[in-house]
């Protein structure tokens, strides 16, 4: 029965639309940059990751990083 669930998951996963994976994807930033840090044992504040995430746009669905340098 367990086995099923994760299958469900994934199967709702790869139906839902492009753009709604990307901004799901975009959300959970903060929390994986925070689960990191603590992981590296440094962690940070949570709410403070968010603020600061909040206040960067998301980008275009389909868009392409830019490389730096």
Do not use: C, N, T
Not at 17 to 31: F, L, S, T, V
């Amino acid at each position: 029965m367990e086995d099923a669930k994760w299958k469900q998951a994934i199967e709702r996963w790869r139906k839902l639309p492009e753009a709604e994976k990307q901004a799901i994807r975009w959300k959970m930033i903060p929390r994986s940059v925070a689960a990191s840090m603590a992981f590296a044992g440094q962690p940070v504040d949570l709410a403070m990751l968010e603020e600061e995430h909040a206040r960067v746009p998301m980008p275009y669905p389909g868009s392409k990083p830019v490389k730096q340098g």
